[in-house]
């Protein structure tokens, strides 16, 4: 063959064969060489201190991880409101496919919220209400209705007490201005207001917190001689009750009664099988159902959530934290 010929012939062969490899490495059927689309989940949470929300971050984390396409970054904003809002500011300019909050407090956190819609990212109001509906979805329990239930048991404790609704009520509360706090509060009164005999004696504030409970029902107990019931708001405070009361000898006089209704063995759940607490109601972490909204968010671009979900509660007493504990315990929560 003539020399001059052989380097086109060279050159015609490779060209199909360079064409080929390319073909080849950009292959949907290739995996190691697949790129896959990672969408990034952000979770701006108020606060990791409680057990409450720390059940709430390892549920997340749970569900999340079933997807191996998701990236989920928990921030914890430690119960503080500029925290929390340079944080989501932060995710924002981060540009996730996806922001759930927990809000601090609802005024504080409306504005920055409204932001992450203006930015056109999907957001998930987790639990806590703001003041203007800067979400796409909100997902929640009727604080309302569980002050309510929480009045209910405190009027028929007290008849079975003393055959008459009557008694003395220390009630504990949680982070004043937050949704749950108000409506924790205005649901019991709601219930306990045609029942002139059932007294609240104080209402000291701890901020959801056990530690900052104990102090403050030590200070109550100082100067109450007679306590026949305290209602915390959620049950770390009504456990800091338990524990200041027991200090002083003084827990057999009255019962105690929270709010969340966690499993695991330092949950709420437990606290009523072990006798702590005559009854806790079950605060609903919500994430099951913000994760199930979260991945179709994601993986269906014409799918529109509801404005908001709602998640009942229940009630849990001696006769069914058992089987309450095995349903509700989170793994990694406790």
């Not at 057990?51 to 999340?64: G, S």
């Not at 989920?72 to 922001?99: G, H, M, W, Y």
Request: aromatic share 8%; with cysteine.
């Amino acid at each position: 063959m003539h020399q001059s010929v052989l380097p086109r012939l060279v050159r015609v062969c490779c060209v199909p064969l360079l064409l080929f490899a390319a073909l080849s490495c950009h292959s949907p059927n290739n995996g190691s060489a697949e790129l896959r689309k990672q969408f990034f989940v952000a979770f701006s949470q108020c606060n990791n201190a409680e057990p409450y929300r720390a059940a709430q971050n390892a549920l997340m984390t749970k569900l999340f991880s079933a997807y191996p396409d998701v990236r989920l970054v928990i921030s914890d904003a430690q119960q503080d409101n500029s925290k929390q809002i340079a944080q989501i500011e932060t995710f924002i300019r981060q540009k996730p496919q996806l922001l759930i909050v927990a809000p601090n407090e609802r005024a504080a956190l409306t504005a920055v919220m409204g932001q992450a819609m203006e930015a056109h990212i999907p957001t998930i109001c987790l639990e806590r209400d703001i003041l203007q509906p800067n979400y796409t979805s909100y997902i929640r329990s009727d604080n309302f209705a569980i002050g309510r239930m929480v009045g209910t048991f405190i009027v028929d404790y007290l008849k079975k007490k003393y055959g008459a609704p009557k008694g003395i009520v220390v009630q504990m509360r949680g982070l004043l201005g937050v949704e749950a706090e108000m409506n924790r509060d205005g649901g019991a009164k709601s219930v306990l207001a045609a029942y002139p005999d059932i007294r609240i004696v104080a209402e000291p504030v701890a901020d959801w917190i056990q530690a900052k409970a104990k102090d403050r029902m030590t200070e109550v107990l100082r100067v109450q001689p007679k306590i026949d019931l305290v209602y915390g708001h959620n049950d770390p405070m009504a456990i800091g009750a338990y524990l200041a009361a027991k200090e002083l000898g003084r827990d057999k006089e009255m019962a105690f009664v929270g709010v969340d209704g966690l499993g695991g063995p330092a949950g709420g759940v437990r606290k009523v099988m072990d006798g702590v607490l005559a009854a806790t109601f079950v605060y609903p972490l919500c994430v099951d159902k913000a994760a199930q909204i979260g991945i179709r968010i994601l993986r269906e671009p014409g799918f529109r959530p509801d404005k908001q979900y709602q998640i009942d509660s229940e009630m849990v007493t001696p006769a069914n934290a058992a089987e309450v504990y095995k349903r509700l315990t989170v793994p990694g929560a406790e």
